[in-house]
Nanobody, 121 residues
Framework: QVQLAESGGGLVQAGGSLRLSCAASGSIFSIASMGWYRQAPGKQRELVAA???????NYADSVKGRFTISRDSAKNTVYLQMNSLKPEDTAVYYC???????????????WGKGTLVTVSS
């Protein structure tokens, strides 16, 4: 099994910054992509940002230029630096990782439990 542990959420004023971290642990042979999704109250979960093992990144249009995703492959950790936060960024942020448990295992997607980010106006 694989566990993803998020940290770094909290309450911040509009215009402020937060940095989320997510560390993967457990039965890990390799990790392909890692990413962050978010879900605001009453809305569907949406992709915020993703990063491949090669470092290619993808961002939602709503966060481009404000958020930066990065990863430390040696630590199986992904980060999300969030700057210029807006009240509409308020949501539970979930970490996800595509993990191979062994050299012949198919990849599986794992999810963290989420961390709450609240941006006050």
């Amino acid at each position: 099994q694989v566990q993803l542990a998020e940290s770094g959420g909290g309450l911040v004023q509009a215009g402020g910054s937060l940095r989320l971290s997510c560390a993967a642990s457990g039965s890990i042979f390799s990790i392909a992509s890692m990413g962050w999704y978010r879900q605001a109250p009453g809305k569907q979960r949406e992709l915020v940002a993703a990063i491949t093992s090669g470092g290619s990144t993808n961002y939602a249009d709503s966060v481009k230029g404000r958020f930066t995703i990065s990863r430390d492959s040696a630590k199986n950790t992904v980060y999300l630096q969030m700057n210029s936060l807006k009240p509409e960024d308020t949501a539970v942020y979930y970490c996800t990782a595509g993990v191979m448990n062994g050299p012949m295992s198919p990849g599986m997607d794992y999810w963290g439990k989420g961390t709450l980010v609240t941006v006050s106006s």
